[in-house]
């Protein structure tokens, strides 16, 4: 028999900074509402901020200090540059990251093939929160606009599929509907996650993500007996009713 695990959640804020209008705006609204991101976490859990602009950057490793982590994300993550940070006493992102590598990852998809990696050897619940505006590539068809995934993407998601870890994306564009908010729909959709634009209902959003952070179950599955490649999983309720946020397939 399984004994519980005696820790908290491990919980890492990516913050996709831009200074492009119908972003700014949201992303600064989205901040500075960040208490409420982190209002039902509990001394146990463990958060670690990070930023992407035109490179990664990291804020802070894993802390408990959640007071902290408000200054950072409602003060410093949008108006500097981080100072040097001494890796955490207990799980630390340091271990895989660094500034230096930061410095030199200018794509987010490699960004969070990084983080997938720095998260892969810690147990128990991973979660990413990803405070941003999407990535893709533009692409036109008979004059429609839509996006495509970069080639980084699928490094990415098995990395974060290997890591455990969930993906739960805020939109701050301030439009019903953009491009770029496919590449966010489909990281939450494969890592478990969910996607949630903040336009109009932000406060609504972002609680909808926070109390995604304070459930989590774990699900242990056999592998069946199939040869090697990209398998799909469906996961559903039998006798009760609610929502299962699990990835959706599984690479042999």
Request: proline share 4%; with cysteine; hydrophobic share 45%.
């Amino acid at each position: 028999m399984l004994e519980p695990e005696n820790h908290g959640r491990l919980i890492v804020v990516l913050v996709q900074k831009s200074l492009e209008r119908p972003r700014v705006a949201g992303l600064l609204r989205l901040l500075q509402d960040s208490n409420r991101l982190l209002a039902r976490l509990t001394p146990d859990d463990r958060v670690a901020v990070l930023s992407f602009d035109s490179h990664l950057k990291i804020w802070l490793d894993f802390t408990d200090d959640l007071d902290r982590v408000q200054t950072v994300l409602m003060e410093e993550v949008m108006h500097g540059n981080p100072n040097s940070i001494e890796p955490a006493l207990g799980p630390s992102l340091l271990g895989q990251l660094s500034q230096e590598r930061g410095r030199k990852t200018y794509e987010i998809e490699e960004a969070l093939q990084l983080l997938g990696d720095a998260l892969e050897p810690f147990p128990g619940s991973k979660s990413v929160v990803i405070i941003g505006y999407g990535f893709g590539r533009l692409t036109v068809t008979l004059g429609i606009p839509s996006a495509t995934l970069g080639d980084g993407y699928d490094e990415a998601r098995a990395a974060l599929q290997a890591a455990r870890a969930a993906v739960f994306c805020l939109d701050v564009t301030m439009a019903d509907y953009h491009t770029f908010e496919f590449g966010l729909e489909t990281v939450a959709e494969e890592t478990g996650g969910f996607f949630a634009r903040t336009y109009l209902f932000a406060q609504r959003a972002v609680e909808r993500v926070a109390n995604a952070l304070i459930g989590h179950y774990v699900l242990f599955t056999e592998k069946p007996d199939v040869g090697p490649g990209i398998h799909r999983i469906a996961v559903r309720l039998v006798g009760a009713n609610g929502t299962v946020l699990a990835r959706r397939s599984f690479v042999d």
